[in-house]
């Protein structure tokens, strides 16, 4: 089960501080458990592991075998909430290389998650001669740049198959009865699944915005949720022995103390994208008011050979986040050479995860002396169980954190300002007067 060391970073408070924190923390839980706190339309994530919707569960499954049946590849449409954890479970589980490996479930390839002609240019090329199924997630159904890549993508499924088996191709992930994308999947007969009301972008990961992708590309669903269900039993502790309280009230406190960017840390660079997901989480949760820790992360050992001289270094605004998983299966062991020309030998026979623990005990202990607290999570193993814990104790911890910040945790209202400006210099109608006034400050 998922564990929180704090033993590397309590040393840099001064004074006790979770008996200070215990009531807040209690109202948290109390929120998020049973509402009445900021955002309580958006707490459907809090019991999603024990009470999400079976039947729906199961279309998952059946609409999943039979894209890996029927396509060669799989084309996900989202951004933000709607694309980064599926992305992130699939990479962390089945390989940031899933798509050049052999393998009989289909490529997934992740688009509308920004506007470079390029990167859409090169997915509809490689699926062009390929049998392919479209997912599309937006639970808005109008966000512009999956909305866009929608648009080329149903033309080359047209194109390939005709309208109807287009549409026999295209899942459509969205709101049970509102939106753009909503309206035209009721019109064409695409399947579709829910993002419910009360789950938020971010905390979507384990409905079928997440759910779809991810079993197409053959990760067990039912033990991720099996993971996230046992964290939720664990989370529903209102004591210290709840990791979610342990590791909220030592970011808090340590933020209190100036702690202002936090890194997330990991030394399986499969976990890349796990934590662009726990990024888009903390960020958009916390990140208001002129408040809240700054969201970053970090790959190592590849960025202690380019960020490591700042965290050992920089400005002492740092606290690190380490997850740690349990040994892989799969050993490969350091061979002995004859020659020894690299002077390697005293490594000869070694499992190649005992040199990665050195790795993470040596800079554990040099940061913790640079001044840089860490906090350690501890994951059984790089598995669909083990991930599903994780992602409900983050998804948990954020929701007491921003609570404990006494910010609302579940809006995200600072992502409009960029929105507004695009369609007004796009000039989309209703933004007339704004796109004026930009262009003249921008002086065309
Ligand atoms: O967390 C959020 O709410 C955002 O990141 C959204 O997920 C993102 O903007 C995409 O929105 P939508 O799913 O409505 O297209």
């Known amino acids: 089960m998922l564990s929180v060391d704090l ?18 923390l209690s109202k948290a839980a109390q929120w998020l458990d049973a509402g009445g706190g900021k955002g309580a339309d958006f707490i459907g994530w809090v019991h999603l592991p024990r009470d999400y919707d079976r039947e729906e569960f199961a279309r998952i499954e059946r609409a999943s075998q039979r894209i890996r049946q029927d396509s060669q590849a799989l084309v996900v449409i989202g951004i933000g909430g709607s694309y980064l954890g599926a992305r992130g479970v699939i990479e962390c589980l089945a390989s940031p290389n899933y798509n050049l490996k052999k393998k009989t479930t289909p490529n997934v390839y992740f688009i509308g998650n920004g506007l470079s002609s390029d990167a ?5 090329e490689l699926v062009e001669d390929a049998d392919f ?10 966000t512009t740049e999956p909305a866009v890549a929608f648009r080329f993508f149903r033309a080359l499924l047209e194109k390939k198959y005709g309208p109807d088996g287009a549409a026999r191709r295209i899942y459509a992930t969205t ?11 009721d019109a064409q007969g695409y399947e579709t699944f829910v993002v419910p009301d009360d789950v938020g972008g971010r905390y979507s990961v384990l409905t079928a915005v997440g759910l779809l992708p991810i079993a197409v590309a053959g990760i067990d669903i039912r033990a ?19 990791p979610a309280w342990q590791y ?3 970011r808090s406190e340590l933020y209190r103390q100036g702690k202002k960017i936090e890194l997330l840390a990991c030394f399986e660079p499969s976990f890349r994208f796990m934590a662009e997901w726990w990024k888009q989480l903390y960020g958009e949760s916390e990140g208001k008011e002129n408040r809240g820790i700054f969201p970053a992360s970090v790959d190592f050992t590849a960025d202690l050979h380019s960020m490591g001289q700042y965290i050992q270094q920089g400005e002492r605004t740092l606290l690190e986040t380490v997850v740690r998983f349990g040994p892989s299966e799969h050993q490969m062991v350091v061979p002995f050479d004859e020659s020894d020309g690299d002077g390697l030998n005293f490594l000869a026979g070694k499992p190649l995860s005992f040199l990665n623990d050195q790795a993470m005990d040596g800079t554990l202990l040099a940061h913790v002396e640079g001044g840089v607290p860490n906090v350690i999570i501890r994951a059984d193993a790089r598995d669909a169980r083990s991930l599903g814990q994780l992602i409900y104790f983050f998804e948990y911890a954020c929701g007491l954190s921003g609570y404990l910040l006494g910010v609302n945790p579940f809006d995200q209202p600072g992502v409009e300002a960029y929105k507004k400006n695009m369609f007004a210099l796009l000039g989309k109608p209703g933004y007339e007067e704004l796109g004026e006034q930009l262009r003249a400050r921008l002086g065309r």
């Open 7 to 24: 033993s590397h970073a309590i040393p840099f408070l001064s004074l006790p501080y979770e008996e200070a924190l215990r009531p807040r």
């Open 120 to 124: 859409l240019r090169e997915v509809a």
């Open 133 to 142: 199924s479209v997912n599309v997630i937006s639970k808005s159904g109008t």
């Open 175 to 185: 709101d049970r009865a509102r939106g753009a994308l909503k309206s035209l999947s």
């Open 224 to 242: 991720l949720m099996c993971g996230a269900e046992e964290m939720m039993q664990c989370c529903s502790a209102r004591d210290f022995s709840n």
């Open 248 to 250: 909220a009230a030592i």
